[in-house]
């Protein structure tokens, strides 16, 4: 007897340890080979040559890792929470000093006050919004 007797249960090993492998890791990764097995073990059953049954297994799970993962990934991020400096991007201020496109100035967000720059003049009291946060001083645009 040759491996191609055993390879339904070789299926359902895969299936086990990948599915063992998330749990362990949680990365999202060898849940997919899991899946992968499903249909290559259905079509084992109907005596499907090995050869198709490999194919089937790398195609399903090749489709589900490049397809599907990003989707789950994006969809577990949305419970994080933007914490620290994260925060002040795209959030609105008042500009408390002077910027220009050569000089720094200050910008008030919430309670705090920052450095500011910007490609362009922004004078005092004018409203910015955050673009990004470059070391301790913010990218602004003004807000029209």
Same mark, same amino acid.
């Given at each position: ?8 249960? !070789? ?12 749990? +362990?890791?949680?990365?999202?990764? %060898? ?6 097995? !499903? &249909?290559?073990?259905?079509? *084992?059953?109907?005596?499907? &040559?090995?050869?198709?049954?490999? !194919? ?9 890792? +490049?397809?599907?993962? &990003? ?18 991007? *795209?959030? /609105?201020? !008042? ?19 920052? %450095? ?10 004018? /409203? ?17």
């Amino acid at each position: 007897m040759g491996w191609v007797e055993y390879l339904n249960w !070789i299926w359902i090993a895969i299936f086990v340890i990948a599915l063992v492998v998330e749990l +362990l890791t949680a990365d999202l990764v %060898s849940i997919w080979f899991s899946f992968g097995v !499903i &249909p290559s073990y259905i079509l *084992g059953l109907f005596n499907v &040559p090995p050869f198709v049954q490999i !194919i089937v297994f790398f195609v399903v799970t090749s489709i589900l890792v +490049l397809f599907t993962r &990003p989707v789950v990934m994006k969809y577990f991020k949305t419970n994080e929470i933007k914490t620290n400096v994260d925060s002040i991007i *795209g959030q /609105h201020g !008042i500009v408390t000093e002077r910027i220009t496109d050569v000089t720094i100035g200050a910008v008030k967000i919430k309670t705090q006050e920052w %450095s500011a720059v910007s490609n362009e003049t922004i004078d005092f009291g004018e /409203h910015v919004r955050v673009l990004d946060v470059e070391g301790v001083k913010l990218i602004v645009k003004k807000i029209d």
